[in-house]
């Protein structure tokens, strides 16, 4: 099955600054990759998703990396505010002709000092 | 919010009891999974399930049991058997294999 391996579990910034939260998975028929933010107490909800079709994605001060062959990809996150807080998880699942559940990492937690 | 709900958001469970965790969906999505968080463990799947009277174990499934006979519900038992229950249960839905997951509030289970 797949695995994610996520890192680090922990980063803390100051405001302002640039963040980066890297996954590396297993299977080589993911591809399909979400970023999940979780704030305290509260669900999971997905904030940038890539799949295997291309390496960036952007979309405001979020971006995402994608490399197929080292099967890693990567959460950036630019100009850092306090409301970025939270757990961030990343996935990797197929959507055909594998497992179509989505494997998460464990998670890492981004504390962005004011 | 939503479109998927979980209840309650607290519960309370006294040991050897068997406690069931509502998850209730009106997106007319066809698979729906249970998660469990726990602190520095990431989201571990418990069970899933992709249409309706069918569901599959997923990574921690001792101590839990599923149903599906609604596609709009699919309710967690956490059962005596299941040693360390005290944690974040997430339930979540996807529509196709092509989308994303949506998920629930959570319900926080506490063993007292």
């Known amino acids: 099955g797949e695995n994610v391996e996520q890192h680090p579990s922990t980063l803390s910034v100051q405001e302002g600054d640039s963040a980066v939260i890297k996954c590396t998975y297993s299977?080589?028929?993911?591809?399909?990759f979400p970023w999940y933010k979780q704030e305290l107490g509260k669900r999971p909800q997905l904030i940038i998703d890539?799949?295997?079709?291309?390496g960036e994605k952007k979309d405001q001060r979020i971006a995402v990396t994608l490399n197929k062959t080292a099967k890693h990809f990567s959460l950036h996150i630019t100009e850092t505010q306090p409301e970025d807080s939270a757990v961030y998880f990343c996935?990797?699942?197929?959507?055909?002709?594998?497992?179509?559940?989505?494997?998460f990492g464990r998670g890492t937690s981004l504390i962005v000092h004011p | 919010d939503g479109g998927i709900t979980q209840s309650p958001k607290y519960l309370f469970r006294k040991e050897g009891q068997n406690v069931t965790l509502s998850c209730e969906q009106n997106?007319?999505?066809?698979?729906m999974y249970w998660y469990r968080q726990d602190p520095g463990q990431g989201l571990r799947l418990i069970y899933y399930?992709?249409?309706?009277?069918?569901?599959q174990k997923g990574d921690i499934a001792e101590g839990y049991s599923v149903s599906r006979e609604k596609k709009e519900s699919f309710p967690l038992t956490v059962t005596s058997a299941q040693k360390n229950p005290t944690a974040f249960y997430l339930c979540?839905?996807?529509?196709?294999?092509?989308?994303?997951?949506?998920f629930g509030q959570g319900t926080r289970l506490t063993v007292v």
């Open positions: 890539i799949r295997s079709n291309v």
């Open positions: 997106l007319n999505h066809d698979a």
């Open positions: 399930s992709q249409i309706v009277n069918d569901f």
């Open positions: 299977d080589s028929a993911s591809n399909y």
């Open positions: 979540a839905s996807r529509v196709s294999m092509n989308t994303e997951a949506f």
């Open positions: 996935a990797a699942r197929a959507t055909s002709g594998g497992s179509y559940i989505p494997t």
